[in-house]
């Protein structure tokens, strides 16, 4: 069974496409379709914050926009969605909404290639995506984790690049601990392993839920390391006014990592995080002003690895 991954920005749709698995500002729907397993990603905390929104897109293997009007959220997930490349998605159109318009405002974006269905297609063409595994060493993106009685420490994530297997050793970073997989599960069932793009339920040994925070990944890749300083390719999107400038105090993405940074200069471009992230060269980035519209500024891709913080530091 292949699973596939897909952002919906409409909860309301998201409720019918599949069975919710939690409630948080990013909430999982899932649905088995033709011997495909599909999980809808909602962010449900966007437009209030861009986090949510970034983090879907990270996890998805291709978008699907419910299009009911034009407005400066449905503007700022185009920019998104761009920035991230993210060439594989599909469009809905709401009865009455204005499409000559939609596709005049993602001209220029990669979601000008994006088709456009009917809402009963979703189901049947979403599982037709075709999807290309990450190979290499385990990268597992975690988005919760929580104590169980009698279990211990189980973490939720999806893994993103390998594959990973029962009593497998990992690093969890950027917090630099080492840690056992006792069990894994898939849709409430034990399995051994876990492949490629699959959901998993993990139960852990060395590291406590009350130290977890969403964007924390394991790994067994050497070329994953924490950082909180690095130099970027940096270009600014088309839509951002603002001059950007050294000292200036922004957000990052990077994976499911959402952190306070600073534009520490501008040639050559370098941003200096407020704690380790767990990043490697070639990882895009996203810089993100709040205060700013849209609040997306622009991305790049990460050239070099300047600093991280020493741990002394941290406590």
Known sequence: ????????????????????EG????????????????TFVCPAGFPEKPGPLLQALHLSNCVLLYVKEIDSALGEAIIAIDALGLKTGFVVFDEGADEELFWKVSEKSCVTDFEKIEKEE?????????????EGKTIVDL?????????GTVALGFVKQGNIEQFQKMKILPKEAEILVKTIQKQDKHFKEAEFNERVGLSIKGFEADDFYRGLLLTDDEEISEANEIEIDFEKNNFCKKEISAGDSVHLQCRMQV???????????VIEAGKNIAVREGNRILLIDLNAKPRIIGSGKISKIVSKLDSACLK
């Open 23 to 38: 409630e948080s500002d990013l909430e999982f729907y899932h649905r088995k379709f033709d011997e495909n397993l599909l």
């Open 122 to 134: 979703i189901l049947e063409k979403i599982s037709l995506v075709q999807i290309e595994p990450i």
């Open 143 to 151: 988005d919760a984790m929580f104590n169980v009685k009698g279990v």
């Open 1 to 20: 069974m292949t699973q596939i991954i897909c952002t919906v920005f409409d909860r309301e749709l998201a409720r019918e496409l599949g069975k919710r």
């Open 259 to 269: 952190v306070g940074c600073r534009i520490k200069s501008v040639k050559p471009f």
